[in-house]
Nanobody, 118 residues
Framework: VQLQASGGGLVQAGGSLRLSCAASGRTISSYTMGWFRQAPGLEREFVARITKYSGIEAYADSVKGRFAISRDNAKNTVYLQMYSLKHEDTAVYYC????????????WGRGTQVTVSS
C-alpha cells in the first residue's frame, strides 16, 4: 500500500485546512488508519485514528474538538479536517495504515507540511 498525503500549506492561526491521504495498491477499507505529526526537534506524535469497520474515531487531547478524521473507502482516502489551527500545530503530518498496536502501523506515507503563522 502506498499512501500519499496532501493538503498541507501555510495558514494563519485560527484558520482551517483539510489534509487528504490517498492510498493505492490495495483497498484500505480493512485497515485502521491514522494521522501523526512531527514538529522540528520533537518526536512524532499521534494525532488521530479511525477504525477499520466501525469508523470509531480517537484523538490526541491536543487536537480534540478541533480536528476531525474521516474516511471514504470508495475513494480509498482518509481525511483530516483541521479547524482553529494554532501555531503549535505546525508540523509535518503523516498518514499511516494498518494499525498493529497503538502507534505501530504497517504503512506510512510521506508527510505534508502544515505551517500555522501566529
Amino acid at each position: 500500500v502506498q499512501l500519499q498525503a496532501s493538503g498541507g500549506g501555510l495558514v494563519q492561526a485560527g484558520g482551517s485546512l483539510r489534509l487528504s491521504c490517498a492510498a493505492s495498491g490495495r483497498t484500505i477499507s480493512s485497515y485502521t488508519m491514522g494521522w501523526f505529526r512531527q514538529a522540528p526537534g520533537l518526536e512524532r506524535e499521534f494525532v488521530a485514528r479511525i477504525t477499520k469497520y466501525s469508523g470509531i474515531e480517537a484523538y490526541a487531547d491536543s487536537v480534540k474538538g478541533r480536528f476531525a478524521i474521516s474516511r471514504d473507502n470508495a475513494k480509498n482516502t482518509v481525511y483530516l479536517q483541521m479547524y482553529s489551527l494554532k501555531h503549535e500545530d505546525t508540523a509535518v503530518y503523516y498518514c499511516a495504515g494498518d494499525e498493529r498496536s497503538p502507534g505501530r502501523y504497517t504503512y506510512w506515507g510521506r508527510g505534508t507540511q502544515v505551517t500555522v503563522s501566529s
